[in-house]
């Protein structure tokens, strides 16, 4: 497979590199000419132990000696666009060709899980999993895209042309690339991150998940009457409903993106209508169709047609089942496989197009409370004493209370917004249908009361006749709350009424797990784990209280964050964890990477719903044995120890503050949340994961994606406990995968670009220490796998992820430089200060694209 990466991606990209000298604007020819030697300096530099200020100088000295201060700094923006381009390049050359790169119909393909099926004679059992199996794929607002719009759109533009080998179209393209830029002016508002990830739904899922649902029927000989489960792929939305450390999400704004979405899929609908128009010309259809159109154009455009618009999905497919009986019955079927495609849609979509989740922190609840308490004091002396309560007693107070908290005026904004934030969680459910969004999410999840205080909250408010269309979902996501889950879990089920809600609910309750605060707070190692044993808890103890748990995993890209191989990893979850649905976040440059193309998208949807169904159907058991859970537990523990050593060293922080481009993360204009939670000072705590992890990723050095696994693989080995832990790797895919993914961070570091800062005075043992495990953490990994090499084990990607970091290693030469200029900054470099800090933040947008999943 790596021969075949050469022909189909490298050479090409190779080959459609060398158009951009050849473009029409200023300096191209130039900048084009010395890129390669100032990469071929970086190179040999490095290997000398040159530091970045040092190659960059050199270099000006040798090919640029007569260039002013001005034009030294005008000729590193040039090379940084230039990078830009040729990361958009490889983008395209890579997605052009990832039909050949990857096996379509392979592991993981609907394709291999129904000839399986079928060789085993397990059709029946495949059939009855997928009646109320479901993937949720939850888009999420996560300021990791740097791509706007337009570019993207270019980019899918230069994919198809690339894989259609049109030449001269692919030179136009780039032309067009030099004269587009790749950077917002502003910081977008969350509505136009929703209507940036709309894109993607009209664009590719649209279209992707009926066909992947039409070829399981097809497969199972089923016909679209038989087929009930239209649940079976979602998409979740964050984007204006996530209101977590976000002020600029408010109710007007998540009104106005659910608005959005269903417009937007009316547009969709709009277009296969009129295509319909075009083909069911026939008597006795020709008026249906028309009132259809009539009716979905006022929905889709606003106006037109006298404004008569369908109020719920069910007018249209009753309409749409009339055309459908007249076409069987008048006209033998011509042209059923269109309509039925269209009802379909109708069916999976509805009204909504994707399902919104509102998401808000469990501090910002009890403050409102405390601000309601406020109000009704002078009315119920119980609520005097409230914080004298045990748990138990506070629920009880707080589910006797009846009142209308949408009729109460606060003095504080903030509470007001709370208050119609889930207000108007009704009205979407009234214009877009109850799944259009019916999901609360708490973040910082510390007791059962958190979930409580929502529920009643919301009950007040939403309420109808004791029915609430509301799951609340309590989100836990350090080493600590992993470890509380259960027991908080167990609280909550004893509470009658919420017991009775999730009868009405189905008997589902959604827990939200976080990778990326997990990671954050435990390492690596410790976070995988315990994500792992909470799981096996809360599903053990929600099946004795008689319910279903569903486990939605908050993904990051990385596999600091929870990102790499998910196929394999949950494929690798046995029978002691429910597996009744698979439900993520996918965000920032993983939405395009991994879901931007149909190609790639209905692959990776395929790789997630066989991954979530094939234990159960082909009955494997992945759960660990009693030695293998020792042996994990005592890794995970000599994983955590070795992280928070670092986490806990002095110049942990400091380093983070002024080494790294933290504090440039706020400038970036690529998302409109907050890069803290807090203003004020920098407080470890109050970081978030998103820049706490590009931070590491921007340096080379990804400290979250491999620290402490070195010092526990060799601390196990000291203790006689090698072949084991080989042997684990071998048996159990779960801990394969587990170290596969490390294998990954560890291939995109790069430590050779801040060995200045072993001679530094401040943080030189901070560094080695660092580095340290980092060799280790290698060596390591490769003993246990048997590999000769990093990611040995998938040449295909580690291929791609090599030829990405070599050509960025320039950027990462270019950033360097800017940050040792600004922190040991001289007079003479005083009046260039702002060009140091536009450097730094300018080569932040390459490094994170190239990578894909670095943040």
Known sequence: MASQFNEAVSTRYHMYNSLFLNLPYTGIYRTGTLLPLLQQSCESDYEKGKDPKTIIKKFFANYTPQATREEQFNLLFNFIQYIERQVVLFDSVEDSAFAEINDLKGKGSVSELLLRANAENLLDDLKKRLEDFSVRIVLTAHPTQFYPGNVLAILNDLEEAIHENRLEHINLLLRQLGKTAFINKEKPTPFDEAVSLSWFLENVFYNVIPEIITQLMTGLNMKLEEWTNYDLIKIGFWPGGDRDGNPFVTHEITVRVAQN??????????????????????????????????????????????????????????????????????????????????????????????????????????????????????????????????????????????????????????????????????????????????????????????VIRVYQLAKLILGKDDELSLDIVPLFETIEDLAHAPGIMAKLYDVEAYREHLKRRGGKQTIMLGFSDGTKDGGYLRANWSIFQAKENLTRITRENGFTAVFFDGRGGPPARGGGNTHDFYASLGDTIEDKEVQITIQGQTISSNFGKPVSCGYNIEQLLSAGIENSVFKKKHQFKEDETSLMNALAEEGHKAYLDLKKHPKFVPYLEKITPLSFFGDINIGSRPVKRNSGSLKFEDLRAIPFVGSWAQMKQNIPGFYGVGTALKELKKQGKFREIKNLFNESLFFRTLLSNSMMSLTKTYYPATAYLAKDKEFSEFWKKMHAEYKLSAQMILEVSGLTELMDNTPTNRDSVKLRERIVLPLITIQQFALQQLRNMEAADKPFEKQYRSLVVRCMFGIINAARNSA
Request: include cysteine.
């Open 261 to 450: 979405l269903q417009q937007t899929l009316m547009k969709c609908y709009y277009r296969d209508i009129r295509f319909l128009k075009r083909r069911l010309t026939f008597k006795g259809l020709d008026h249906i169709i028309a009132r259809i159109e009539r009716k979905i154009y006022p929905m889709a455009f606003g106006g037109g047609f006298g404004g008569e618009i369908y109020g719920h999905p069910d007018e249209l497919l009753n309409d749409l089942f009339e055309a459908r009986e007249v076409l069987i019955r008048d006209h033998k079927g011509l042209f059923l496989s269109l309509l039925d495609d269209f009802i379909l849609k109708v069916r999976i979509f509805g009204f909504y197009f994707a399902s919104m989740d509102i998401r808000q922190d469990s501090r910002k609840h009890a403050y409102a409370w405390e601000a309601i308490f406020e109000k009704l004091k002078s009315k119920n002396k119980a609520l005097k004493n409230f914080d004298k309560l045990s748990e138990e007693e506070k629920i009880e107070t707080l589910l006797g209370l009846s009142f209308k908290p949408t009729s109460m005026k606060f003095d504080d904004t903030f509470v007001s917004e709370l208050i119609e934030s889930i207000d108007i969680i009704g009205q979407i459910q009234e214009d877009n249908g109850v799944e259009g969004c019916h999901r609360y999410v708490i973040s910082n999840c510390q007791s059962a009361l958190d």
